[in-house]
């Protein structure tokens, strides 16, 4: 850990130095220079799992499908697919793949790169946290698990070099939109063989998106090139510089020194003036930023502590302390789309928080104010809270570390972890949550697609992306439930159901707010569209630079 940090320490030090010697690279309109903000954990699609990471490959890799983020209802349309059939009353996709669509070594793209893609997700050596995703196609939960051997027997398919095939174990209402996946792009089984773990660095990688990875300096900056092998219209920019600043204050900053066009987070102390400006841009989009617990571990693993602790939160104070836009939310499904509730889960309620803790086993003398077991006699121990480095993430856990000792009299110490090294720690606990380092953690989901069920499925007791090591099946039977029915008033009744069980019987997890978008960006750069799935599509932007 403390190798990693002086290593980070070391990159934040010498990125503004060496962005400070820019001024003799010419600005032209053909680069554009792009903070993502920290170091992506993967371009490996089938194990990605940041918005970070998911930033890029969507712009290197192309799927079947893809939105069209200039609708207010984010219409479907073709991509490496040209079309597609919807049969059997909603359980076989058949889509016909384009026949025009080049890999950047030049080797044509067959309906075989996707059943290798769509196999490799599922496939239980990969281990892949977003496998679930694929467990409504038939056989395939079973092939993860291992329980069927036979691929053959999984809905997944070539049927030849430009049709593939997906046969569903029943009809799910929102399964085009998986097609749009970036986990599910097409992957060259041949390069994936020969290099392993290490086929996404540029010297090795193959794509088929609008632009290609042709450096990658860790922990610093990669860069981007249009692919001219593309078959759709070509992008305007040649070039895309993307830099790692975690520091949001130093990003600024060269934003400012025109070192930067493009920021997508803003110091949140900054926001009052920045607002005021035309270069700033906000807006909230479908994302919940929530508080996870490993309700594995003592005491945590008391559903009544739970309840306590998320009955000690005031979300406004949070949402105005960062001045954001985010919206105060307790549901786990976003306002805006269909299942959101803001009558669901826990409030603000001291007394009755305190009330929890003593349904526990707790309780407090007036000599002592601290909570001890009424039986053991062993004190509430400290808890520990683990986030990853980021300015607001930073305020967030220091003012729940404040509200929680006011409002409940409960301690907590407080971890920050680079991003990688974050993932790694939550991954980390799946093997033994009981010792993990950590009682509580901090995530948001963005929508991978414009439907709860992207919500709700993250919490099964099946999916790798639940890092609290709650399962409840309950949960689970009324979310696949919901995955079929199309009757909007049903499938909203079980969702509610379903989230009641999540957010209160249980409270595994505590939403916070709706996250509102920051981004700051001159006028300039051209072409950006703000959208519900916070999508950045480089070939979209184009500069308009005022060179001298």
């Known amino acids: 850990m403390k190798k990693i940090s002086t290593l980070l320490g070391l990159v934040l030090i010498s990125l503004p130095l060496f962005l400070s010697c820019s001024s003799r690279f010419k600005l032209t309109n053909d680069t554009l220079y792009f903070n993502l903000g920290t170091e992506p954990p993967s371009l490996d699609p089938s194990k990605a799992t940041d918005t970070t990471s998911n930033l890029v490959i969507e712009n ?51 309906a075989h790169d996707f059943e290798y893609s769509w196999r490799r997700l599922i496939d239980p050596a990969t281990a892949a946290e977003y496998a679930y995703f694929l467990f409504d196609v038939k056989n395939a939960k079973a092939f993860n698990e291992g329980k069927i051997k036979d691929f053959s027997k999984v809905g997944i398919k070539a049927l030849d070099d430009h049709t593939f095939q997906i046969t569903l174990e029943k009809p799910v209402s929102y399964f085009l939109h998986v097609s749009t996946f970036s986990s599910l792009s097409p992957l060259r089984k041949d390069v994936i063989d020969q290099w392993g773990d290490r086929w996404t660095e540029p010297e090795h990688i193959v794509t088929e998106g609008p632009f290609k990875l042709v450096q990658w300096k860790h922990d610093y900056q990669l ?52 607002k005021q400006t035309p270069e700033f841009h ?26 306590a602790l998320a009955s000690s939160i005031n979300r406004n104070q949070i949402t105005e302390m960062l001045q954001k836009g985010d919206l105060p939310s307790s549901s786990l499904i976003p306002m805006g789309m269909q299942g959101y509730n803001p009558e669901l889960g826990y409030k603000l309620n ?52 404040a509200q929680w000792k006011k409002n409940l009299g409960v301690s907590m110490v407080i971890d920050n972890q ?18 993990a380092s950590f009682h509580l953690f901090r995530l948001g989901w963005n929508a991978d697609y414009p439907d709860p069920d992207n919500f709700m499925s993250l919490f099964t007791s099946y999916s790798d992306n639940n890092h609290t090591h709650w399962g409840n099946s309950k949960f689970d039977s009324l979310t696949e439930k919901a995955k079929v029915i199309l009757d909007y008033s049903k499938r909203v009744d079980l969702y509610n159901k379903a989230q009641k069980i999540l957010l209160e019987e249980d409270t595994a997890i505590i939403p916070l707010y709706v996250y509102a978008h920051q981004s700051m960006w001159r006028d300039e750069v051209k072409g950006i569209q703000m959208n519900p799935l916070d999508r950045w599509y480089f070939d979209q932007i184009w500069l308009e630079r005022n060179i001298k």
């Open 60 to 110: 290197i890799m192309d799927s079947l499908t893809d939105y069209d983020i200039s609708t207010a209802d984010l219409k479907i349309v073709p991509k490496v697919a040209k079309s597609w059939r919807i049969t059997k009353g909603g359980k076989v996709y058949t889509f016909t793949l384009r026949n025009d669509i080049l890999w950047t070594d030049g080797k044509k793209v067959t």
């Open 223 to 274: 860069t981007l090139e249009r692919n001219e092998n593309y078959y759709d219209a070509k992008g305007k920019l040649k070039k895309v510089e993307c830099f790692m600043i975690v520091e949001q204050s130093t990003a600024l900053s060269l934003y400012q020194t025109r070192k930067l066009d493009i920021i997508i987070q803003v110091p949140p102390l900054d926001i009052p003036k920045l």
């Open 282 to 307: 906000s807006g909230n989009f479908l994302s919940t930023y929530y508080i996870g617990i490993n309700t594995k571990k003592a005491p945590l693993n008391n559903p009544y502590v739970r309840k």
């Open 350 to 401: 001291v007394a009755q928080a305190q009330e929890w803790m003593k349904k526990a086993g707790y309780e407090k003398k007036e000599s002592n104010p601290t909570w001890v077991h009424s039986k053991t006699k062993e004190p509430f121990p400290t808890l520990t809270f683990m986030y990853n480095t980021n300015e607001a993430h930073k305020t967030i856990a220091e003012d729940l570390q």
């Open 418 to 435: 680079e991003w990688k090294v974050y993932n790694n720690s939550l991954q980390s606990s799946h093997k033994s949550p009981e010792t």
